[in-house]
Nanobody
Framework: QVQLVESGGGLVQPGGSLRLSCAASTNIFSINALGWYRQAPGKQRELVATITSAGNPNYVDSVKGRFTISRDSAKNTVYVQMNSLKPEDTAVYYC?????????WGQGTQVTVSS
């Protein structure tokens, strides 16, 4: 079992920045992949950014160059720094962890980009 606790969502103006945090209950190097999904109203959940246990990041095309995923092993925490935010980034963001054949989810945090 892996518990994930997210923080850092909120309301930001277009062009602004936010950083989401996701604290895991276990050593993150034991987790095969960590990352973030998001789900906007009326849309399917989409994978936004992920980082493997080897430290390799991957991003959906729509956030490349704007979002950066990173991790802090001392805090067992993964982050996503979101810059140049756009209204279309508005969604509930969910942290996830994939451990072998199981996937664990955080509770979700709302990100709203609006003027």
């Amino acid at each position: 079992q892996v518990q994930l606790v997210e923080s850092g969502g909120g309301l930001v103006q277009p062009g602004g920045s936010l950083r989401l945090s996701c604290a895991a209950s276990t050593n993150i190097f034991s987790i095969n992949a960590l990352g973030w999904y998001r789900q906007a109203p009326g849309k399917q959940r989409e994978l936004v950014a992920t980082i493997t246990s080897a430290g390799n990041p991957n991003y959906v095309d729509s956030v490349k160059g704007r979002f950066t995923i990173s991790r802090d092993s001392a805090k067992n925490t993964v982050y996503v720094q979101m810059n140049s935010l756009k209204p279309e980034d508005t969604a509930v963001y969910y942290c996830y962890a994939r451990l072998y054949y199981s996937t664990y989810w955080g509770q979700g945090t709302q990100v709203t980009v609006s003027s």
